[in-house]
């Protein structure tokens, strides 16, 4: 169990002021989980990802699969 806190990071490519995510891939390595909340509110429900599937969703965007 990981006692490290998440930081939030948003994608440089987010600028646009739209619907977007945060992650906190901080914790990924030591918890197996990738966080993920509504970039515009802080305190909205946290979805963990298990890595697999972040790392899955991830490639389908890089290759326009998704």
Not at 3 to 32: F, H, L, M, Q
Not at 39 to 52: A, E, G, L, R, W
Request: glycine share 10%; aromatic share 8%; charged share 15%.
């Amino acid at each position: 169990m990981t006692t490290e806190s998440p930081r939030w990071y948003k994608s440089s490519y987010s600028s646009n002021g739209g619907n977007c995510i945060e992650i906190a891939a901080n914790v990924a390595a030591t918890a197996g989980i990738v966080p993920v909340r509504d970039s515009k509110q802080s305190t909205s429900p946290i979805v963990n990802v298990s890595t697999d599937a972040f790392a899955a969703f991830v490639a389908g965007v890089r290759t326009g699969g998704i």
